[in-house]
């Protein structure tokens, strides 16, 4: 790898030059003062030499150190190496043996609602009324005067009398903040005084068509429960966050996603009512962030399919952009979930026979899909679509058959979840080399009560890793945070043990799915970016790739699967520069 080291003037001269044609090519004057930044005494998993979707990884190689420069990998090897790269102005970690990889790539979060989820209040494990309203008052300290307090996931059944809460529970703590939780199945909120003020509620105020103001029997004044259609009376005078909002939503974000470990994310962007009319806030703001140098996470920004036009006529295609920030996929929905059971299927839901789910409107008919899956793959634009039930998969898969041809691999079509698959597909995702976009937790979370839903046949062939990898289907690993929690060492957790939340699987729900922790780490590294066309940039720790490496508190290989999700991140270095680092 290094050439030569020669020395002017006492600044050593390294001239570096790299066999692989794909790498790229880094500039030898930028090395005259050594590299920025070189870790040494490491135990570091490259996930070299990568694998591409089909192909069995061979074993994977280890090293001890990394020097960078300019953000980009400059040289993996051993310590007595990669020292050889140390000059006056190199920042040197030493890793004492500490474990590193790269930095985890999420293939599906929605950041815009998580940021601004990580800002809200969030009673989800509130046991009782009293603990409700503390953690209201909480918050309300946290916050200016006038700023709403949002958020919820509050279930009263959880309570020991199991009674709605009201807002005399919570007006003498809140008296600057308007107030607006939502139950947790979002049938339902509460609003304080000050907020049903604001929202003009008073005594008098009718309930509408489609919802309940929920009066006290005694006094009969609104006891600020509204549900169903007349929560709008309330949410529509919750104002948009203002542009400062915004930046302070995201930057909790990036802080969470460095706490974590993930160094790039592909995005579902926003859809529809912020300020300025959808996406183009968020992804200005995300710009704004790279120009001002605190976007610390890289950004893959997949849009809404409806409006793919607006990509086109601009002539953005997939992968425009920087390292930052790139863009050029849209996304769009086939079908809904299991649990609204939404989702599209063959066959009824083993609990309501008269459903099979539905599309969406998008897919109403397929065609209709299919026309803005053919406009927008013909303007270079990559396709993401939500699909769920095995009706949903299938139908997409037609389509992408149709609109790819022969050459539907080169395409990277996605489908995002393809959580219920008819044994037949799988080989399809393969031959067609669609990308399998899938959420590990999602089979311990609704692996709880999956099978209330479809029956035991169906599940069998529900988050079916192990089958998209053995059809060799393109697999990437996200969370759909806020959907799941952002976290990947849970999704690794999840897919190496396939333990569902309430302790009832210890040995794993279709344990033949299991992932091995090597393939966890694949998925959830250079699987993803292949699924944003970006293996070439990073997802190993390769020279020539983006210097995103992070370190955790153990070896995931040698714990215990059950312990993984204790592990912790203790270091987010990316583009060679430290970003996180626990005390
Ligand atoms: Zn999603």
Redesign the pocket.
């Known amino acids: 790898m290094r050439q030569s080291i020669s020395t002017a003037g006492g600044v050593i001269i390294l001239a570096v030059s790299f066999a692989a044609s794909n790498q790229a090519q880094v500039s030898t004057g930028h090395l005259s003062r050594g590299a920025d930044f070189v870790l040494l005494h490491g135990h570091l998993w490259t996930g070299e030499p990568y694998a591409g979707p089909g192909e069995k990884p061979a074993q994977t190689r280890y090293a001890e150190a990394l020097a960078a420069a300019n953000g980009r990998i400059l040289a993996v090897g051993d310590d007595s190496e990669i020292s050889a790269y140390i000059g006056p102005n190199t920042q040197v970690v030493d890793l004492q043996g500490r474990f590193a990889m790269p930095g985890f790539i999420d293939d599906?979060?929605?950041f815009v609602d998580g940021s601004f989820q990580l800002l809200e209040v969030d009673l989800k494990h509130a046991p009782s009324e009293a603990e409700f309203a503390r953690l209201i008052g909480e918050k309300a300290k946290t916050l200016p005067a006038g700023r709403w307090i949002l958020g919820g996931n509050w279930d009263e059944e959880a309570w020991p009398d199991a009674e709605l809460p009201t807002r005399g529970l919570i007006d003498a703590l809140t008296p600057n903040n308007p107030v607006y939780v939502s139950r947790y199945d979002g049938h339902a909120g509460l609003a304080n005084s000050l907020a049903l003020k604001l929202a003009g509620v008073t005594r008098d105020t009718p309930s509408p068509v489609g919802g309940v103001i929920v009066h006290d029997p005694k006094t009969g004044e609104p006891t600020g429960i509204l549900k169903d259609a007349a929560q709008d009376l309330v949410l529509r005078v919750i104002p948009n966050p203002s542009e400062r909002e915004f930046e302070e939503a995201i930057r909790t974000g990036l802080a969470e996603a460095r706490r974590v470990g993930v160094t790039s994310v592909e995005d579902?962007a926003l859809g529809g009512d912020t300020p300025d009319g959808g996406f183009a806030s968020e992804i200005r703001l995300l710009r704004r962030a790279e120009i001002e140098g605190w976007l610390t996470c890289r950004f893959y920004e997949i849009t809404p399919i409806e409006q793919w036009q607006r990509l086109a006529e601009a002539g953005i295609s997939h992968g425009m952009g920087s390292d930052w920030l790139q863009l050029g996929a849209v996304?769009g929905f086939a079908d809904g979930s299991l649990g609204s059971r939404t989702a599209w299927f063959f066959d009824p839901y083993t609990d309501d026979a008269s459903n099979r789910g539905m599309p969406l409107p998008m897919m109403h008919p397929p065609a209709k899909m299919e026309a803005a899956v053919r406009g927008a793959d013909a303007a270079g634009i990559q396709l993401a679509v939500?699909a769920i039930g095995d009706r949903a998969i299938a139908e997409m898969l037609d389509i992408y058959a149709r609109v790819g041809g022969a050459d539907a691999p080169v395409h990277r079509f996605r489908i995002?979840?393809a959580q219920h698959m008819r044994p037949e597909d799988f080989k399809r995702f393969g031959q067609l080399g669609i990308v399998a976009s899938m959420q590990p937790y999602h089979a311990i979370d609704d692996g709880r009560w999956a099978e209330k839903r479809i029956g035991h046949e169906r599940a069998r062939y529900s988050y079916a890793w192990r089958s998209m990898l053995e059809a060799g289907a393109p697999l990437a690993f996200g969370t759909?945070w806020p959907?799941a929690p952002l976290n990947p060492l849970l999704g690794v957790y999840a897919a190496v043990t396939r333990a569902t939340l309430d302790g009832k699987h210890p040995e794993g729900w279709f344990p033949e799915q299991r992932l091995t922790v090597d393939e966890a780490l694949r998925a959830y590294t250079q699987g993803s970016a292949y699924a944003a066309f970006q293996e070439h940039d990073k997802g190993t720790l390769a020279p020539g790739k983006l210097a995103d490496v992070i370190v955790l508190s153990d070896d995931p290989f040698k714990t215990a699967p059950e312990k993984i999700r204790d592990l912790t991140v203790t270091m987010t270095i990316v583009g060679g520069r430290v970003v996180q680092q626990m005390p």
């Open positions: 599906h979060v929605h579902m996304k939500h995002e979840h759909d959907v």
